[in-house]
């Protein structure tokens, strides 16, 4: 077995996609972050087979597979931005406002209190990436 760093080699590539339910309605929120990484274990200590040189978009959950044994965030910092998106059709203006203001107020715990549930995270690396060995000190 053996744990290993990924990230981004570029500012500005790591994007997370937060999805929120409620009376069968979803919304998320996009948050762009400058940089961040995630910690990747496999099965030997041969490394995770993934294309370091480009990617268009890469799910880091859709990293898991047989040699794959598990994908945890490491840590991501400096949000550079961040919006909501939703179907407009599915909320009036005045509910759009209210989820940003509560978002802006108190973040989660601001939406949580209007009744949304967070139903899923998805995070996305962009462009080059880095991959290296993390070595126990």
Do not use: C
């Not at 500012?11 to 972050?33: A, L």
């Not at 400058?34 to 990747?40: A, D, F, M, P, Y």
């Not at 139903?119 to 690396?125: G, L, N, P, Y």
């Amino acid at each position: 077995m053996a744990v290993w760093t990924l990230m981004p080699a570029n500012k500005k590539s790591i994007e997370e996609v937060v999805y929120w339910e409620k009376d069968g309605k979803t919304i998320f929120f996009r948050q762009g972050w400058r940089s961040g990484s995630v910690t990747i274990t496999t099965a030997d200590d041969s490394p995770p087979n993934i294309d370091l040189d480009g990617n268009e978009e890469l799910s880091v959950f859709d990293l898991y597979d047989d040699h794959v044994l598990d994908v945890e965030l490491d840590s991501f910092w400096d949000g550079v931005w961040g919006e909501w998106d939703w179907n407009d059709e599915d909320l009036s203006d005045d509910e759009k406002e209210e989820i940003e203001d509560a978002w802006n107020e108190n973040s989660y715990e601001g939406v949580e209190d209007l009744g949304w549930i967070q139903s899923e995270t998805d995070t996305f690396f962009y462009g080059e990436l880095t991959l290296e060995p993390v070595t126990e000190q």
